[in-house]
């Protein structure tokens, strides 16, 4: 059986108008692993994931929620903070899990069930790969700036700075090479996490809390401290890891969607 697995990843607009052209994707590093993450679960399942006919959807990681179509499954996906007034094409959805408690209450507010299931997939990568395999092609370093996409061009882009729609593993394998990980990307900092690497979130010019809010609520952290610069941040250090069970999130993997009960 085959599932699409919905993920953002526009066409860069090579100029605007009547006659726009579009460019490469966007390929912002955290909106691509959820179709990875899903990837890997069925892998180590031994569950064969079809290319064609899909015939279910599935939203996985990212503030991705405006997209859902009705009857779509959720797992782990969130609500966009600058579209918490959208009107959402859909009345019922099969949600499994989602990012954060604020999340959960804006589809419960909409008639939608939600169980108390929470969690950025991207919290697993430090279960399906080794930190040691990940930065095995990257030096050691104090520390890496992951800023949000949108952030990237007020950033210093030096040495230790990583453009999010850089090569995936390349991200990640920096992020992982890093003993500590500060900046405006979200997925920066639950990559970093789900590590054990301390990471610090430097507020961003461009993006609501609301993402950052519900992520942290949602692995057990109701206050936290961004700083306001990366200096500041460095001085900060990291904020304490999560003490997060993933086994709950683990569990609810809609490995039914492929047509197993497989866990």
Same mark, same amino acid.
């Given at each position: 059986m085959s599932v699409e697995v919905v993920h953002w990843n526009p066409r860069r607009p090579l100029y605007r108008g009547r006659l726009a052209r579009f460019g490469p994707r966007l390929n912002n590093f955290g909106d691509l692993l959820g179709p990875v993450i899903v990837k890997e679960m069925l892998k180590r399942a031994g569950v064969a994931q079809q290319k064609t006919g899909a015939s279910h959807r599935l939203?996985?990681?990212?503030?991705?929620?405006?997209? &859902?179509?009705? =009857?779509?499954?959720?797992?782990?996906?969130? *609500?966009?903070?600058?579209?918490?007034?959208?009107?959402?094409?859909?009345?019922?959805?099969?949600?499994? &899990? *989602?990012? =954060?408690?604020?999340?959960q209450r804006i589809l419960e507010d909409s008639g939608i069930a939600v169980p108390s299931v929470f969690g950025d997939p991207g919290l697993l990568v430090g279960q399906l790969w080794s930190r040691n395999e990940l930065a095995a092609t990257h030096g050691q370093c104090r520390f890496s700036v992951v800023p949000n996409f949108h952030d990237f061009h007020l950033s210093s882009q030096d040495a230790q700075t990583v453009d999010p729609r850089g090569q995936l593993w390349d991200v990640i394998g920096k992020i992982a090479a890093s003993d500590l990980v500060v900046g405006s990307s979200l997925h920066g900092i639950v990559i970093a996490e789900s590590l054990g690497i301390p990471a610090r979130l430097v507020l961003s010019n461009t993006e609501p809390l609301f993402k950052y809010q519900d992520y942290y609520q949602g692995t057990g952290r109701t206050a936290f401290t961004p700083a306001n610069s990366i200096a500041e941040a460095l001085q900060l250090g990291g904020e304490p890891l999560p003490e997060w069970d993933p086994t709950p999130l683990r569990d609810a993997f809609p490995f039914d969607l492929w047509g197993t009960t497989t866990a």
């Open positions: 939203l996985a990681v990212g503030s991705i929620l405006h997209l &859902a179509n009705e =009857g779509d499954s959720i797992w782990g996906a969130g *609500v966009n903070g600058k579209k918490l007034t959208s009107e959402y094409s859909f009345d019922k959805l099969d949600v499994r &899990a *989602v990012r =954060g408690p604020l999340t």
